[in-house]
T-cell receptor, first 112, second 114 residues
Framework: DGGITQSPKYLFRKEGQNVTLSCEQN?????MYWYRQDPGQGLRLIYY???????QKGDIAEGYSVSREKKESFPLTVTSAQKNPTAFYLC???????????FGQGTRLTVV | AQSVTQPDIHITVSEGASLELRCNYS??????LFWYVQSPGQGLQLLLK??????LVQGIKGFEAEFKRSQSSFNLRKPSVHWSDAAEYFC????????????FGQGTELSVKP
């Protein structure tokens, strides 16, 4: 089945540690996105990539980093510089600009 | 600036009753509009989309939405709600920049009474 796979589903991190969230898609989509979801705030864009080896900052990129070495993969690293990292993180992909996005099942990150 | 507003944070309806979730957008051109549904702890599932053409669009699970340009609205409707429809619903518009990112409303949480 085609889709987007995020792992792990739950992640716990100690303060001061970096952590990487995985996102893999087999939909052959060029565009991939990372969103952060907090209660009552909807979804906010962290980073996006429209093509392999290229990515751009979204609205809340500070404290995060990404890579896009393969079309299928778009991992997100939450660094120790992110002041409030506890949130639900959603990865999405789309064929291109203006088309619908398909979402993974999300990763819930908790800083302890 | 582009934006999406969902005026209702939480709505409760009785099972079998009709449903309408409101969505208003701000956009400078013809918008690409979407409704997504999210169950607790899950990702988002696309219910329906509007790109152009017929202003009444049909989606999955018996949902429909009507695009009204004059009111800048894209309200979601269902004639008869089922208990399994309880979830959070997000309206979104595709941006013409930032890689076509989706701009989401704050979401409306739907509760269904037996």
């Amino acid at each position: 089945d085609g889709g987007i796979t995020q792992s792990p589903k739950y992640l716990f991190r100690k303060e001061g540690q970096n952590v990487t969230l995985s996102c893999e898609q087999n939909l052959n989509h060029d565009a991939m996105y990372w969103y952060r979801q907090d209660p009552g705030q909807g979804l906010r864009l962290i980073y996006y990539s429209q093509i392999v080896n290229d990515f751009q900052k979204g609205d809340i990129a500070e404290g995060y980093s990404v890579s896009r070495e393969k079309k299928e993969s778009f991992p997100l690293t939450v660094t120790s510089a992110q002041k409030n990292p506890t949130a639900f993180y959603l990865c999405a992909s789309s064929i291109g600009v203006g088309t619908e996005a398909f979402f993974g099942q999300g990763t819930r990150l908790t800083v302890v | 600036a582009q934006s999406v507003t969902q005026p209702d944070i939480h709505i409760t309806v009785s099972e079998g009753a009709s449903l309408e979730l409101r969505c208003n957008y701000s956009y400078g051109a013809t918008p690409y509009l979407f409704w997504y549904v999210q169950s607790p702890g899950q990702g988002l599932q696309l219910l329906l989309k509007y790109f152009s053409g017929d202003t009444l669009v049909q989606g999955i699970k018996g949902f429909e939405a009507e695009f009204k340009r004059s009111q800048s609205s894209f309200n979601l409707r269902k004639p008869s709600v089922h208990w399994s429809d309880a979830a959070e619903y997000f309206c979104a518009v595709a941006s013409y920049n930032q890689g076509g990112k989706l701009i989401f409303g704050q979401g409306t949480e739907l509760s269904v009474k037996p």
